[in-house]
């Protein structure tokens, strides 16, 4: 069986939502201590929908795949829904990742929820 599925393969060939959001609502940083791998998100959200999302990663081919596999899960869903997504289900969307890869599929649910909380945090300080 081949190592990746064929959509990791696609999403880190072509990975979507590749950029950086100007006047974004919410921006997430979040690194890997061990591999060193960094990944920031932007959100743009408007009536607590998520207009737009795009990603920054130094990273590893599974972290690029996560990443932007999670950009497509949350881009125009509730802000409430984005909160839930979880590093599984990205790496289930992606047909799964081997195990010891699963750590960069967190670094995905890790940088979209601080990207969140950002926003939270400027929201609630006007
Ligand atoms: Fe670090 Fe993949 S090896 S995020």
């Known amino acids: 069986m081949a190592l990746y599925s064929e959509k990791v393969m696609d ?20 690194g890997n201590a061990r591999c060193g791998d960094i990944m920031k998100m932007y959100l743009k959200i ?14 590893c ?3 690029i795949a ?7 899960l949350i881009k125009g869903q509730p802000v ?7 590093n599984k289900a990205v ?7 081997p195990d010891y890869k699963m ?8 940088a979209i929820q601080s990207a969140l909380n950002d926003y939270e945090k400027k929201r609630s300080n006007g």
């Open 103 to 110: 750590h960069c599929s967190v670094l995905a649910e890790e």
């Open 91 to 97: 790496a289930e969307a992606l047909d799964g990742l």
């Open 61 to 63: 081919g599974s972290a």
């Open 46 to 59: 408007e009536d607590d929908i998520i207009k737009d999302v795009k990603f920054e990663t130094f990273g």
């Open 66 to 72: 996560s990443s932007s596999m999670a950009t497509e």
């Open 11 to 30: 999403h880190f060939r072509n990975p979507r939502n590749v950029g950086v959001i100007e006047d974004a609502d919410g921006i997430g940083e979040v």
């Open 80 to 86: 409430s829904e984005a909160m839930k997504l979880t």
